[in-house]
C-alpha cells in the first residue's frame, strides 16, 4: 500500500500476543499546515500474531527497530523522547544504542482528530485541528533551545 507508514507498537510489560498497530498516511501539504505536520491516522489492537495479520493486510517488514525512552502525557498531547535500538538479527534483542545516538522527540494527538466528519459550515474541523496544531507548538515553545523540534516528514 504506497503512502502508509506502519508500525506494530509493543507496550512495557505486555506479552507478545498483545500489540497495536498503528498506520499513519500520508502528510498533509506544508503549504496548508507550514507549522506542523498533519497526517491521517488508526490504530487498531491484535491479540494473538500481529506479525501474521498485518502481513494479511499486505504490510511487508522491511526493517525491526526498538524506541527506548519516555513517554508523558500534558492535555491531550502523547509526547515521546526515545532513541532508537537497532535489533541483533542472532537473538531479536535490542543492541543498546551508541552514547552519540541522537534523542527524538515525537508529539502528536492522544486521540484521533476527526476532519471528516460533517459540520455545516467546516468550522468544527479546522478549529480542532487548528487547536491540536496550538498544542503542539505550545510544547514547541516550551522546549525551544533544549531541542530542535522542527516539522519533519517522514
Request: with cysteine; proline share 5%.
Amino acid at each position: 500500500m504506497v503512502g502508509w507508514t506502519t508500525h506494530l507498537n509493543e507496550g512495557v510489560g505486555s506479552t507478545m500476543s498483545h500489540r497495536t498497530l498503528f498506520s499513519y498516511l500520508k502528510p498533509e501539504s506544508v503549504r496548508v499546515h507550514p507549522e506542523a505536520t498533519v497526517r491521517p491516522w488508526a490504530t487498531c489492537e491484535v491479540i494473538g500474531d500481529a506479525l501474521s495479520f498485518a502481513s494479511a493486510l499486505g504490510y511487508v517488514q522491511r526493517s525491526q527497530i526498538y524506541k527506548r525512552g519516555y513517554a508523558f502525557r500534558r492535555g491531550p498531547l502523547i509526547i515521546q523522547m526515545f532513541q532508537q535500538e537497532q535489533v541483533d538479527p542472532k537473538t531479536s534483542l535490542p543492541i543498546p544504542a551508541h552514547t552519540d545516538t541522537l534523542w527524538e522527540v515525537e508529539v502528536k494527538t492522544a486521540t484521533q482528530v476527526n476532519t471528516s466528519a460533517p459540520a455545516s459550515s467546516g468550522h468544527v474541523q479546522v478549529s480542532t485541528v487548528r487547536a491540536a496544531i496550538d498544542a503542539v507548538l505550545e510544547v514547541q515553545l516550551i522546549m525551544k533551545g533544549l531541542l530542535d523540534l522542527r516539522r519533519q516528514d517522514l
